[in-house]
């Protein structure tokens, strides 16, 4: 059963931490989303790469978070130093583009990484 | 900027009802718009919607998409308990990019 894979599933840390969250991309997805949901403001956009390479980066905060695809099973967010207002829930999703089935918009989310900035 | 509007914020119905959820959209970049149902954890894919009206249904869901009008409505018929979920309408631009609203959080009662 293919599915996206994130790591941790929760994170408690201190303000001025390093936090890094993990994702596997489904096996032959070639674009990896990265989403931060909060109450206030929803599934925000954060990062997207196709094909490993760095598509889209302009939602997020450039002077702490940073993010990466070392290879094609592994996509990293990274928080330096992080802040009670990053505490939320981050979600990495994966999709095929441009893709043969009907279905080539669907993304197939992880099951998030709840982060707690105290 | 693409934007995603869905409303009403929030409902609560008794089984059985029926609901209807909206969705607009300002997209420069349309490809196409897709609704999620988001439980206790990640979204989960429902509907791709391409084409204007022609109605896509699963089950007791269905939904449709005006591209006139830029809006999209999600119908559930003789809701259940396992209803109760957050759904999530999103747009899609080029290379896959989605645009989420906020969501409209459904609560079902029994």
């Known amino acids: 059963d293919a599915r996206v894979t994130q790591t941790p599933r929760h994170k408690v840390t201190e303000m001025g931490q390093e936090v890094t969250m993990r994702c596997q991309p489904i096996l032959g997805h070639n674009t990896v989303f990265w989403y931060r949901q909060t109450m206030m403001q929803g599934l925000e956009l954060l990062a997207y790469?196709?094909?490993?390479?760095?598509?889209?980066d302009s939602g997020m905060p450039k002077d702490r978070f940073s993010a990466e695809m070392p290879d094609a099973t592994l996509a990293t967010l990274k928080i330096q130093p992080s802040e009670p207002r990053d505490s939320a829930v981050y979600f990495c999703a994966s999709g095929l583009y441009p893709g043969t089935s009907v279905n080539t918009g669907e993304l197939f989310f992880g099951e998030g990484s709840r982060l707690t900035v105290l | 900027e693409d934007k995603v509007v869905q409303s009403p914020l929030s409902l609560v119905v008794h089984e059985g009802d029926t609901v209807t959820l909206n969705c607009s959209y300002e997209v420069t970049n349309f490809r196409s718009l897709l609704w999620y149902k988001q439980e206790k954890k990640a979204p989960t894919f429902l509907f791709m919607l391409?084409?204007?009206?022609i109605e896509k249904k699963s089950g007791r869901l269905s939904s449709i998409l005006d591209k006139k009008e830029l809006f999209s409505i999600l119908n559930i018929t003789a809701t259940q308990t396992g209803d109760s979920a957050v759904y999530l309408c999103?747009?899609?631009?080029?290379?896959?990019?989605?645009?989420f609203g906020g969501g409209t959080r459904v609560l079902v009662k029994p």
């Open positions: 999103a747009q899609k631009a080029a290379g896959n990019k989605l645009t």
């Open positions: 391409t084409s204007s009206g």
């Open positions: 790469f196709r094909n490993r390479a760095p598509l889209d």
